[in-house]
């Protein structure tokens, strides 16, 4: 009798040992981080993550000759001192982005405007295409900014579309422009709207 006492007091104070030990190595798994670059959201979670709330845009696709993956992604900055947007390419480290271009501060804005990944055949990467549409434009005039991020080359082909009253509609394509197929795709964006729209040799600051 004596002994079966000793056994049972024995099993209670062992017992709830057990059930700790338990729930601390249920508690300690870690759960996995899921990825998932196909879709959007997760996409631009990923992208704020690296470069602050201030992402306008991130867009997965190939826009260079490797093969990881690549987002591009436009912030945009508004204060007393400076204002504009750029455009960066972010690459996988690990579970990581990280930036590895991004272009100088542009004149601009996402506000309004149309950012889309294009094709052109001559390249065998992607290009991002951005244009201001109305957002500078007014009663009186105005401007449109447009620019296609080609982040193989490092480089960034701007096109800037003046409308001033009384004068004649002024487009101004970048010297390093150095494709046809790019110089023609400037303009003919343009001329759907502006008909009449002349390219000129310098650009044109407004002052406002």
């Known amino acids: 009798m004596l002994l079966n006492k000793k056994v049972l007091y024995l099993f209670f104070l062992i017992f709830p040992l057990l059930i700790s030990c338990g729930g601390k190595n249920t508690n300690n798994k870690e759960t996995p981080q899921k990825t998932d670059y196909e879709n959007p959201q997760f996409i631009m979670q990923e992208a704020k993550?690296?470069?602050?709330?201030?992402?306008k845009f991130a867009y997965k696709g190939r826009y260079n000759n490797d093969s990881l993956i690549?987002?591009?992604?436009?912030?945009?900055?508004?204060?007393?001192?400076?204002w504009g947007i750029k455009f960066l390419l972010l690459k996988l480290d690990g579970n990581n982005l990280t930036t590895i271009y991004q272009t100088?501060?542009?004149n601009g804005s996402f506000n309004k405007c149309l950012v889309q990944k294009i094709k052109f055949p001559m390249f065998d990467y992607e290009l991002i295409y951005y244009n201001s549409q109305g957002y500078f434009l007014g009663s009186g005039g105005g401007e449109v900014y447009s620019y296609l991020i080609n982040f193989n080359e490092g480089k960034t082909y701007y096109a800037h579309l003046v409308d001033e009253p009384g004068k004649p509609t002024s487009l101004f394509l970048s010297e390093n422009i150095d494709i046809n197929e790019v110089r023609s795709f400037f303009i003919s964006n343009f001329k759907r709207d502006y008909p009449a729209v002349k390219v000129v040799p310098?650009?044109?600051?407004?002052?406002y």
Request: hydrophobic share 40%; glycine share 10%.
């Open 104 to 106: 100088p501060l542009l």
């Open 49 to 55: 993550k690296a470069l602050g709330d201030n992402v």
């Open 70 to 82: 690549g987002i591009a992604a436009g912030t945009e900055v508004q204060n007393s001192k400076e």
């Open 202 to 207: 310098k650009d044109i600051v407004l002052k």
